[in-house]
Nanobody, 114 residues
Framework: QVQLVESGGGLVQAGGSLRLSCAASGADFSTMGMGWYRQAPGKQRELVATINSRAFTNYADSVKSRFTISRDNTKNTVYLQMNSLKPEDTAVYYC????????WGQGTQVTVSS
């Protein structure tokens, strides 16, 4: 059983930055692929970025060049650095572990004001 705890969300003005963190426990973090997803009100949950166990990354087109996903295996933590935030980035952001059936965190709210 994998537990994921996100943190770092909040309210920021357009053009600002936030860094989300997701701390994992319950499995060998270094072998897990990890991802960040988001869900805006009235919309489906969408993929934001992924990072595999070798630190290869993938991004949604909407966040390329603005967001950076990274991992620290010594801290069992995956990060999402979000720069040049836009109001359309407003959503609940979820961390996911790609292990077995997949595990989700509880989500953290990001609100970008115009």
């Amino acid at each position: 059983q994998v537990q994921l705890v996100e943190s770092g969300g909040g309210l920021v003005q357009a053009g600002g930055s936030l860094r989300l963190s997701c701390a994992a426990s319950g499995a060998d973090f270094s072998t897990m692929g990890m991802g960040w997803y988001r869900q805006a009100p009235g919309k489906q949950r969408e993929l934001v970025a992924t990072i595999n166990s070798r630190a290869f990354t993938n991004y949604a087109d909407s966040v390329k060049s603005r967001f950076t996903i990274s991992r620290d295996n010594t801290k069992n933590t995956v990060y999402l650095q979000m720069n040049s935030l836009k109001p359309e980035d407003t959503a609940v952001y979820y961390c996911k572990a790609f292990l077995g059936p997949g595990y989700w965190g509880q989500g953290t709210q990001v609100t970008v004001s115009s």
